[in-house]
Each structure stands twice: as structure tokens, then as C-alpha cells.
């Protein structure tokens, strides 16, 4: 084979793969849809068994809900960090008798943000699967509070650890967050909760990572934190 032809050859390989790149991007974008939520993010509310406590309920546009997840990306370590604030719960303070109750608390992960639209729509469409109504939401369902202190009033901070059922697209598994609660009045709480876990736990998967990929391994673990907003129900 001369070197005419091999040139030939190497620009129909280029070109074949190219054209393969072009028509896989062209899927993530227009099967990763809008970010768009179908409804908004509703929780069950809690049931304070103490008919003195005070309902607190997140306010949405002043919350956010958030992955971090580390990555080398073009042979570079780099931070993922995808935020929402379609993040809906509630929890109840018992002032008299020392009770904490948390309700469920629901997030949107359609519409998850990064800072790469590209990314954003493979992860609706090849890793949480959002674009499909039924994983549109994620869902954690209380089951255990501790570290309730035996008392406590406002301008106090609670330095809680809360137990329950995670569940992301269709996988359910117990988690527990550190949260802490700053009461910073009888109407308004300020909130954090984080945990780690591993996204495999959740039989997710992350697809072209190695190889030839710009990215060239995705941490085995990812943190979840909300930091909220919760107002007094009138």
C-alpha cells in the first residue's frame, strides 16, 4: 500500500468516526430533553404526634438539593457538582417536649444542573434516566432521628442524625444524613443534611468513562447534601 492510500484509508476511519460522534451527540441531546420539571416536587407532610409542635416546610426557591462527585476529566482532577432547588419537605420541632419528627423529604433530579449542558443531558438520558416520568423523582422517607438534645429553643443549633429509605430511579436503600437545624426563629429554621454514598449501591451506571473517553475514571463515591429553608405553616 502506498502512502496515498493509507492517507486515503486513515481519512475514511477519521470520517467514520466522526460521523459516528456527531450522531451519538446528537441522541444525549435530543433524548436528554428539558430539564423541565412535569410537576412539582410534593412530600408527604410530617405528623407531629405533639399537638404543641410547630410544622416547618421547605421553602423550594430557597433550597437546593446537590451531587459532588469527583472525576479526571481531559487528564485533569475536576469537581461535579449538579444542583436543583425542586426540593420539597417538612419537619416538626416540639418545643415544650423536646421532639424532632422529619417528614419525607422529595427532590426533582430532572432537573439537575452542572456547569455542561452535554453532561446535564447524558444524565437524563444514560445515568439517573430522568427524562422517563417514573425516575423523574427522588424520594427519602424518614424512618429514625438522634441526637435530639433534651431540650432546646430558638437560636439554638441541632446537630442531628437522620436514618431512612432513599430511593433513586427504582433502586430503595437506607441512608443516613448529618443534618444540622440552626432555629433562627418560632417561623423559620435553617437547615443542612449530607451523606456519602456509592452510586453502584443504586445500580447506577456511568457510561464512557476509560479508554479513549475525555473522562478517564468517576470517584466510586458521590456526597449528597440540601441546604434549606423551612417556614412555619401558618
Do not use: C, H
Request: no cysteine; aromatic share 8%.
Amino acid at each position: 500500500m502506498n502512502a496515498k492510500s493509507a492517507l486515503k484509508g486513515i481519512g475514511v476511519v477519521v470520517a467514520v468516526l466522526l460521523v459516528a460522534f456527531a450522531g451519538f451527540s446528537a441522541y444525549i441531546w435530543f433524548s436528554g430533553g428539558s430539564a423541565e420539571p412535569s410537576a412539582p416536587a410534593e412530600a408527604r407532610r410530617a405528623e407531629p404526634q405533639d399537638e404543641q409542635s410547630v410544622l416547618y416546610e421547605v421553602v423550594a426557591g430557597e433550597s437546593v438539593a446537590q451531587f459532588v462527585i469527583g472525576e479526571v476529566l481531559r487528564g485533569q482532577q475536576n469537581t461535579v457538582v449538579g444542583s436543583t432547588d425542586q426540593i420539597d419537605g417538612s419537619l416538626a420541632l416540639g418545643f415544650s417536649a423536646a421532639t424532632v419528627e422529619i417528614g419525607e423529604f422529595v427532590i426533582n433530579l430532572r432537573n439537575i444542573r452542572t456547569d455542561d449542558e452535554m453532561r446535564d443531558r447524558t444524565i437524563r438520558t444514560m445515568i439517573l434516566e430522568t427524562n422517563r416520568d417514573e425516575f423523574e423523582f427522588s424520594t427519602f422517607v424518614p424512618t429514625a432521628v438522634s441526637g435530639v438534645p433534651a431540650s432546646f429553643a430558638v437560636g439554638d443549633s441541632l446537630d442531628l442524625q437522620v436514618s431512612g429509605a432513599l430511593t433513586v430511579r427504582d433502586v430503595t436503600a437506607d441512608v443516613t444524613f448529618d443534618m444540622l437545624l440552626n432555629i433562627r426563629s418560632e417561623g423559620e429554621i435553617e437547615g443542612t443534611a449530607s451523606t456519602v454514598i456509592l452510586w453502584d449501591d443504586f445500580d447506577i451506571t456511568i457510561p464512557y468513562v476509560g479508554g479513549d473517553s475525555i473522562v478517564a475514571s468517576v470517584e466510586d463515591e458521590v456526597e449528597l447534601r440540601m441546604e434549606f429553608i423551612a417556614a412555619a405553616s401558618p
